[in-house]
């Protein structure tokens, strides 16, 4: 089992570019979730889906984040245009129907600085 | 009042120690409970499901009191490799929202 993978591991950016970030779930998971951590607000909820279809997106900074997953193995979350302040640790997580009440496999991250 | 509330620590214990940690949410109709634990610079990782009857695992032992909306995690024996941030982690079920809501996590350090 390779896991939940996400890619790239460190991305480092100019403001105002636009930055994608990649996540393929562990195969057969039927949700996927992306979630952003920092030290000020801890994990936050940005996204997640459910059978490839956004269920709730209310955690979406706003307009300049995107979140698409076309297929059952692989998402992508975009910033566009990057600010500073959407420097972060980017997680990407999954799990399998009807096991999201026994928790969550998380990939390794994407650390995400904007300059 | 923010969902899940953990005091951030740090605890600092000597080897051996016995360490508990302690969490409340806010919402009543929260039905899944787990301790994630996280490791600097790592995803988190689940440690345990928390269950109404507490469950213990190898010298882990949680607890759940729905009454009081409050969630704990008690280690025994503890070791150096137990130094990790713990994650309290709330299923919010009733609001709408059907994903894991994460506490902002104790950090623990254990000191030989």
């Known amino acids: 089992d390779a896991g939940v993978i996400q890619s790239p591991r460190h991305e480092v950016t100019e403001m105002g570019q636009e930055v994608t970030l990649r996540c393929k779930p562990i195969?057969?998971?039927?949700?996927l979730f992306w979630y952003r951590q920092t030290m000020m607000r801890g994990l936050e909820l940005l996204i997640y889906?459910?059978?490839?279809?956004?269920?709730?997106d209310s955690g979406m900074p706003e307009d300049r984040f995107s979140a698409k997953m076309p297929n059952a193995s692989f998402s992508t979350l975009k910033i566009q245009p990057s600010e500073p302040r959407d420097s972060a640790v980017y997680f990407c997580?999954?799990?399998?129907?009807?096991?999201?009440?026994?928790?969550?496999?998380f990939g390794s991250g994407t650390r995400l600085t904007v300059v | 009042r923010k969902e899940v509330e953990q005091d951030p620590g740090p605890f600092n214990v000597p080897e051996g120690a016995t360490v508990a940690f302690n969490c409340t949410y806010s919402?009543?109709?929260?039905?899944?409970f787990f301790w994630y634990r996280q490791d600097c610079r790592k995803e988190p990782k689940l440690l345990m499901s928390?269950?109404?009857s507490g469950n213990e695992d190898g010298r882990f032992t949680a607890q759940l009191n729905r009454a009081s909306q409050y969630i704990s995690l008690l280690i025994r024996d503890s070791k150096l490799s137990d130094s990790a941030t713990y994650l309290c982690?709330?299923?919010?079920?009733?609001?709408?929202?059907?994903?894991?809501?994460f506490g902002s996590g104790t950090r623990l350090q254990v000191q030989p």
């Open positions: 195969s057969g998971h039927n949700s």
């Open positions: 982690v709330v299923n919010p079920r009733g609001t709408g929202r059907r994903a894991l809501t």
């Open positions: 889906f459910n059978n490839n279809v956004p269920i709730d």
């Open positions: 997580a999954s799990s399998a129907p009807g096991q999201g009440v026994y928790g969550y496999t």
């Open positions: 928390v269950y109404s």
């Open positions: 919402n009543s109709a929260s039905q899944s």
